[in-house]
């Protein structure tokens, strides 16, 4: 009944939602990762599926269920994710990059597991690519929506990442805040965007500020 009560507005946009955290391995059975539970990128491919989008979910591991009808594209490192998404972005009007990528990687993996012995042993970690930042250097025509999560200097820092990576609209969640953080069905959120316009959304479920968010994307690519 949702689906066919939600009017199409997205039909024909192909949209690429990359959501959940990258994993980096240590050795086979250790990973280095951030906190995210995928719900927020599940949630901006489910709404753009109800608007008639056509949607590839580029997910890092999660433990919930993909929406239905979208393409599902598993990924586990950064780089993993990094060629899922250059690899079909010539195919593609809108990216949404809510993943909670590692900005780092154990600079080697251990083919074996790493046995207990030192009392303390260092892991060496090396940058990863920049997967948003590259895709605001190849941009064309597409839309580019990113992520922020930030526990002080929210708005200055959201805003810094707009211009840095050549983003169209950047959400800002503080998740110091309660109600915002990572796990939990709700968030609270700023929107800037490239204009300079700034939007609050007050504290809100993740599928209804996935629906502004969607509004705000039809927007911009009318505009556009
Ligand atoms: N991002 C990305 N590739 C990375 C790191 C981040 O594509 N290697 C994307 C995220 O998916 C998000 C946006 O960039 O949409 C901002 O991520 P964030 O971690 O807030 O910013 P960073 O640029 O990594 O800066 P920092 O972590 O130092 O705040
Ligand atoms: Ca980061």
């Not at 707009?162 to 069905?185: H, M, P, W, Y």
């Not at 316009?197 to 969607?214: F, H, S």
């Amino acid at each position: 009944a949702l689906a066919a009560l939600t009017p199409k507005k997205l039909a024909g946009t192909r949209i690429l939602v990359t959501a959940g955290p990258t994993q980096e391995e240590i050795d086979p059975v250790r990973f280095v990762s951030n906190h995210s539970s995928g719900k927020m990128g599940y949630a901006i491919a489910r709404q753009a599926r109800l608007r008639g989008a056509q949607v590839t979910l580029v997910t890092g591991p999660c433990a919930i269920a993909p929406p239905y009808g979208v393409e599902v594209v598993r990924v586990q490192s950064a780089a993993a994710m990094r060629e899922a998404v250059l690899a079909r972005l010539d195919q593609i009007d809108v990216v949404v990059k809510a993943a909670a990528v590692a900005d780092y990687r154990p600079k080697v993996r251990a083919g074996q597991k790493v046995k207990k012995g030192a009392e303390e042993i260092v892991i060496e970690l090396e940058k990863n690519p920049d997967i948003l930042g590259e895709l605001g250097r190849l941009k064309g025509k597409q839309v580019l929506v990113g992520f922020a999560a930030e526990t002080d200097d929210l708005v200055a820092n959201a805003k810094a990442k707009l211009t840095r990576k050549n983003l169209d609209l950047i959400v800002a969640n503080d998740v110091s805040q309660e109600g915002a953080g990572f796990n939990v069905d709700t968030n609270i959120a700023k929107l800037l965007f490239a204009d300079g316009r700034l939007e609050d959304v007050p504290l809100t479920g993740k599928q209804e500020l996935a629906g502004i968010i969607l509004d705000r994307i039809e927007q911009l690519r009318k505009a556009g």
